[in-house]
């Protein structure tokens, strides 16, 4: 109890507590959300992504178990959300709604500092890997199921060629193949905006969970959070575990496959028409259980578990 007490002391609140102040200046000074996002999209997560590839002692054997690791849990979740979803006879957007919050989790804004403050910035550098790889995957198989199909995978490899931490990483890989050492008039503004990445995007968090709406069908709610939050975890231990992943990977995964929904969902949402009001409850109901759940699972990774 005295561990999983000082995890959500140390490790958990200080997320919440940053977020409450983008949502302050979203609800009382009406600090428009969407400036700030895009400077943390284009600008400071590309740098952040940069770095710790850089500076990290990831292997190629490692990085592509990370990467498997990812998108077998995504495909995974996909499914069993389907299975899950059957006996409520979904419409087709309500569908695509429904496995888009429980296939995409908030891997970025939330899952790098819950990851950052637990275990340090070594296991910060594997969960970055998870999180570009999830942020592909949304970006192409998440647009195809949230479009039905309409816009096709054609348009999504487009768009993902227009996402900067994309290319943050392959500059990454570029940089780390060749042994190539940066002058610091280079290194140094870009360590400075990556060190900026993970404040802002908690402010994001804030100022996008300030729109956040009453649910609505909380059995479907309900439904799409539990594998969110207890589904998903599960699964990634067992991937974790037939992928041979063990000690800072292992953790690094496990626990970013245990975030809740990913914000961006609403978004994508929005865009294509596929149960907004559901996806923004999911959102809203995940982040504020994942306190709960997300602690007691670093409390049994810590543990030994």
């Not at 290319?167 to 940089?175: E, F, K, R």
């Not at 404040?199 to 804030?206: A, E, I, N, T």
């Not at 479907?220 to 063990?246: C, H, Q």
């Not at 949402?269 to 995940?286: G, H, I, K, M």
């Amino acid at each position: 109890m005295d561990l999983l007490l000082t995890i959500l002391a140390d490790d958990i609140l200080p997320i919440f507590l940053v977020a409450s102040v983008g949502f302050v200046l979203a609800r009382y000074l009406h600090v428009e959300v969407r400036s700030l996002s895009r400077i943390t999209f284009n600008a400071l997560a590309p740098c952040l992504v940069f770095t710790l590839i850089v500076n990290s002692r990831l292997s190629a054997a490692e990085f592509g178990q990370i990467v498997a690791f990812t998108v077998l849990l995504v495909a995974g979740m996909g499914v069993l959300a389907r299975v899950v979803a059957a006996p409520f006879r979904l419409d087709r957007p309500t569908l695509a709604g429904f496995l888009i919050v429980v296939m995409f989790s908030n891997a970025g804004n939330y899952g790098l500092s819950v990851v950052l403050f637990a275990f340090g910035r070594d296991v910060l550098a594997r969960a970055v890997v998870y999180f570009v790889t999830s942020a592909l995957l949304m970006y192409t198989v998440g647009a195809v199921v949230a479009s039905s199909g309409r816009r096709g995978l054609g348009g999504a490899l487009h768009g993902l060629l227009k996402v900067p931490a994309v290319w943050g990483l392959v500059a990454a890989a570029v940089v780390a193949g060749t042994g190539m050492t940066l002058p610091p008039g280079i290194s140094r503004p870009v360590d400075l905006l990556g060190n900026a990445a993970i404040p802002c995007m908690l402010l994001v968090l804030g100022m996008q969970f300030e729109k956040g709406a009453a649910p609505e069908r909380p059995g479907l709610v309900a439904a799409a959070s539990a594998l969110a939050l207890l589904a998903s975890p599960a699964l990634g231990l067992l991937l974790a575990w037939l992928l041979g992943l063990e000690g800072i990977t292992r953790q690094a995964v496990v626990v970013e496959a245990a975030m809740p929904t990913a914000v961006i969902t609403t978004i994508i949402a929005l865009e294509f028409d596929v149960a907004p009001r559901l996806v923004t409850s999911v959102v809203v109901v995940t982040t504020l259980a994942s306190p709960l759940t997300v602690s007691v699972l670093i409390a049994l990774l810590k543990s030994g578990f």
